[in-house]
């Protein structure tokens, strides 16, 4: 019997501790405790956190940008964030769940693409590659502000 699909849906204030808690896995940096920086995205206009849910439980998440472009007579295109799945239930479909859903979401809104950055040290180039994403087209470049 195939294992119950998890449900996906946009994360509200409510889901603030256990998105923390996902955030926290994903990052190398000190843990977050920023509430009010997750109730500032999720606050954001054009921005949705989605959140595989299974048995009460948030799993996995994914942060999805849109946002206009003039060259495409304001349609929008999405920008793809801290997609994330608790270790302990990686590769069971989740993050291909919350991630697929977010393209589709963005598809829903007439986006033109979706793009997204992984980091070089994250080994998740196959599972993107898995779900339709490709770096043919484009290079991700990155400057940061100390």
Known sequence: ??????RVRPLVAADTDAALRLYNELTFGPETQATA???AVLAHPGTTV????????IRAMVTLHLMPNVTWNARPYG?????VTAAKWRGHGLGKA???HAVHAAWAQNAYKVMLMTGT???AMGFYENVGFSSEDKHAMVIRQN
């Open 121 to 123: 040290k994250r080994g």
């Open 98 to 100: 919350v991630l697929t």
């Open 1 to 6: 019997m195939a294992p119950e699909a998890p």
């Open 50 to 57: 989605f959140g595989a849910e299974h048995d009460g439980d």
């Open 37 to 39: 920086a997750f109730a």
């Open 79 to 83: 920008l793809i964030e801290n997609v």
